[in-house]
């Protein structure tokens, strides 16, 4: 356990290290500590961090930094948290207004990426097999007929069907009645068991349209969505730390592009409780080494469906992105559930 004088040098030169990006002295600590010690005090606290690991000393400078555990300690037991003002808060929830569930969750990945100029990400939630609320044909030519597909969730889809045959308007509105009386609020699922009893009771011309409208709408629904959203990736190019290594670059932005090692890492988001940091090789993912991953999970009706974050390096205002990661996640659970709950 390190005594209160280590904590509070080592506090500060984290907090100064933070806001500078420059290796930190014992004539800085002795400055910003308020610690009334001698350089040749501070020098010998200081080797004794390093030497339990919390601190290193670039070759190029007398003075040291914060290695990943100096951060860990920091952020587990000596930051002092910068809560959000007020307006902030009220801005965040302003463009996080309910709307359909997909768009909330790009809006909450481009807040995190604006409010920290860091990427912001947003694992969308597992996707539930859909229910049909409304099928509706409509002709555009002689043979061919847009499919209009309404899930109970509000997501629109719409195909268009070549058939073999031309299709009255009346004939049109028939198939649309018989499917959503007989499918409506029905999962695929549940229709494939109905399905090829109902449409024998069917004369030949209406059960071909019938099951071309269901496979059409089987395939619409079947593609899972993006398993997470992911906004301003090109922010880190601008991060000094980060920008100066190209080749930790390329497999950053490689990491981007798969997504699904950054899935299994908010997935263990998911299933905790509040806020998760990941610091360096924390993640257990290489291209993030010098990166730190905070993340929070985020609800609907109070069951977590999924998680979101920001990535950005390790030196971070941990003070100022933790409250935005936390009140966002909130903000984002109170909208999807005024959504569900309409």
Do not use: W
Not at 184 to 210: K, N, P, Y
Not at 221 to 234: F, M, T, V
């Amino acid at each position: 356990m390190l005594d209160d004088r280590s904590r509070t040098l080592l506090k500060t030169l984290i907090e100064h290290y933070i806001a500078e990006g420059t290796p930190v002295g014992s004539r800085a600590l002795s400055r910003f500590s308020g610690l009334e010690l001698s350089p040749a005090t501070i020098r010998n606290v200081m080797a004794d961090l390093e030497e339990a690991g919390f601190v290193a000393s670039p070759h190029t400078s007398a003075g040291r930094i914060p290695t990943a555990r100096g951060y860990r300690l920091f952020v587990d037991s000596l930051l002092t948290m910068r809560p959000l003002e007020q307006h902030q808060i009220v801005e965040i929830g302003d463009s996080l207004r309910p709307s359909h569930p997909q768009q909330l969750i790009a809006n909450a990945s481009q807040l995190l990426s604006q409010l920290t100029h860091f990427a912001g990400i947003v694992a969308t939630p597992r996707r539930t097999t859909p229910k049909i609320r409304q099928i509706e044909f409509l002709s555009l030519s002689e043979k061919r007929i847009l499919l209009i597909l309404i899930t109970s969730d509000g997501d629109v889809q719409n195909r268009i069907l070549f058939t073999a045959q031309p299709y009255s308007p009346a004939e049109l509105v028939e198939a649309a009645n018989y499917l959503n009386q007989n499918f409506a609020g029905l999962d695929f699922s549940q229709i494939r068991t109905r399905v090829q009893e109902e449409l024998q009771q069917l004369h030949q011309d209406m059960q071909a349209l019938m099951t071309a409208a269901l496979d059409a709408s089987n395939e619409a629904l079947a593609g899972d969505p993006q398993p997470c959203i992911i906004s301003g990736e090109r922010n880190l190019l601008d991060v000094e730390d980060l920008s100066s290594n190209m080749k930790r670059l390329r497999q950053l932005f490689d990491l981007f592009e798969q997504r699904s090692s950054l899935m299994g890492l908010l997935d263990q988001s998911h299933r905790a409780e509040g806020i998760q940091i990941f610091i360096g090789g924390e993640s257990g993912l290489a291209p993030l080494d010098e990166c730190s991953v905070i993340t929070a999970p985020y609800e609907v009706d109070g069951q977590v469906v999924g998680s979101l974050g920001v990535i950005g390096p390790t030196r971070m205002a941990y003070e100022r992105v933790i409250p935005i990661v936390d009140i966002t996640a909130k903000l984002l659970s109170s909208a999807l559930s005024t959504q569900t709950g309409k």
